[in-house]
């Protein structure tokens, strides 16, 4: 199988020195679907933002087999989507479809395919009725589907998402694991919610403290009592 | 939904809503400029303007009073610099300055009350006005309401644990809140900034262009400019 992503002897310390992640050796297969848990400030967040150059620690990293350098970042960026864990972040234009579009315009895709791409997006996610709306009036969980709009819109090989399921109620929460369910990127899904990761996830990467504790099957790892305990999960 | 003043009327219906924003700008501005551009003493030329300004709040279907509420927001601001004609004795100043800043700001309740924000912004980023104050306003735009969510947390927040009763207290609190905003402020733009970064952002946001003038709107501003120019030249 391809490897999607490719992390070796990956260090990375914050601006003020605090360690964030040691030595972490990763590699994901093209199409799998890899859960990342453990603990608050475990660092999951701090390495999906290695994924696509936003932070550089002292390492190897490559997604699809391209080194994160400044020459690749177009390019590596337009494969990787980054969907950020407030939607508030993640939304920064006036209207929908110019979130939507911000990606592929930057692409520099035609109009034309521009127009298309965002409104494929916003079909997938179910929310094609909201396209001239304005972020602030969408309510929280439409706003988590357009921030998954706003990457699929880029069609990006690899999604890395950042607790996509956190403060939805269980309605939208189900509807959010059914709209995974069917996207067939490689992801990877920093996540608490132990149950999205038993129904979307194959694999399970047990991250604290920076370093990865385990990586196994989703099953293996989450019937695994002690472990989950040991790592306040 | 409480974060709509902004926008709302902007999106009802009326032939004014629909005029090309980038036509709809430049007949506004044109039309203030007309309006400083009159002499002082010629009353019944500001007559026929407030008229046609009436005419086109009619054409947009926005109720008066939401007109009339908004502008009387400014007038304090117009009386302010209409004083100092007062002080120095001069009525008809006073009254120039007062009837012109009035009408003029009439126009602008019009032009951006009939207008969708977002729209307004694209048009001004069209009609090139600079691109850094175009992004600035937009993230005004998007994120005032965020910001001003976060101030009411924080306030219910501090509501719910003060039992202090004592006034100096209370405004040290808020102090406090309004430092621990402007933090917050900054780590979101931060964060904005990796998402926009993300997503291929450098150093330029471009947004599709999808405005295309029509016969309607060149008749628009046409008509418009035509009634102005007979008040201003051939009436008075």
């Known amino acids: 199988m391809d490897k999607a992503i490719e992390i070796r002897n990956l260090n990375y310390s914050y601006p003020d020195g605090t360690a964030a992640l040691c030595d972490i050796n990763l590699d994901v297969f093209a199409g799998e679907c890899v859960g990342l848990i453990g603990p608050n400030g475990a660092g999951k967040s701090t390495l999906l933002l290695h994924l696509n150059g936003i932070l550089r620690g002292d390492s190897q990293v490559k997604v699809l087999d391209l080194a994160i350098k400044d020459k690749n970042l177009p390019v590596i960026r337009s494969k990787v989507g980054l969907v950020f864990q407030d939607p508030d972040n993640q939304l920064f234009m006036p209207t929908v479809y110019d979130d939507v579009a911000f990606g592929p315009i930057n692409m520099r895709l035609s109009k034309d395919e521009v127009d298309l791409s ?4 916003l079909v997938e996610v179910d929310m094609s009725s909201a396209i001239k709306r304005s972020p602030q009036h969408l309510s929280f969980g439409e706003k988590k589907r357009i921030s998954l709009a706003t990457v699929l819109s880029m069609k990006p090989e690899i999604l890395a998402l950042d607790e996509p399921s956190s403060n939805l ?8 694991i059914s709209l995974l369910q069917t996207l067939k990127q490689t992801k990877i899904i920093a996540t608490h919610d132990l149950q ?21 099957k989703t099953r293996d790892v989450l019937s695994n009592k002690k472990l989950l305990d040991d790592h306040s999960l | ?49 407030l008229v046609i300004i009436l005419a086109l709040a009619l054409l947009s279907k926005i109720p008066f009073y939401f007109i ?15 004083l100092f004609a007062i002080v120095s004795k001069d009525t008809d100043k006073f009254l120039n300055i007062f009837i012109k800043a009035y009408l003029a700001v009439l126009c602008m309740i019009l032009l951006v009350s009939s207008t969708p924000f977002a729209v307004l912004l694209k048009a001004l980023e069209r009609l090139r006005f600079p691109k850094l104050m175009v992004m600035i306003i937009s993230f005004m735009y998007r994120y005032i309401f965020v910001i ?20 100096w207290l209370e ?12 933090i917050r402020s900054y780590e979101r733009a931060e964060a904005v900034y990796l998402a926009m970064c993300s997503r291929g952002f450098d150093g330029e946001i471009r947004t599709l262009d999808d405005f295309k003038i029509e016969l309607k709107d060149l008749a628009f501003i046409v008509c418009v400019l035509v009634s102005l120019a007979l008040i201003r030249f051939v009436f008075i």
């Open chain 1, 118 to 121: 965002v409104k494929r997006a």
């Open chain 1, 169 to 176: 109620d269980p309605k939208h929460r189900r509807e959010l």
């Open chain 1, 196 to 216: 999205l990761v038993l129904e979307i996830c194959s694999r399970v990467v047990l991250l604290d403290k920076g370093s990865i504790i385990c990586d196994g």
């Open chain 2, 1 to 49: 939904m409480r974060h709509s003043f902004i926008d709302a009327h902007s999106n009802i219906e009326s032939i004014l809503r629909y005029i090309d924003p980038r036509i709809k700008i430049i007949t506004f501005i044109l039309f203030i400029l007309f309006i400083i551009l009159t002499p002082a003493n010629s009353l019944g030329a500001f007559g026929l303007y």
């Open chain 2, 68 to 82: 009339l509420k908004k502008s009387l927001t400014v007038i304090p601001f117009v009386l302010m610099i209409a």
């Open chain 2, 148 to 167: 001003e969510d976060e101030l009411d947390k924080m306030k219910m927040a501090k509501e719910s644990r003060s039992c202090a009763r004592s006034k």
């Open chain 2, 171 to 182: 405004n040290k609190a808020l102090a406090n809140i309004l430092g621990v905003l402007f």
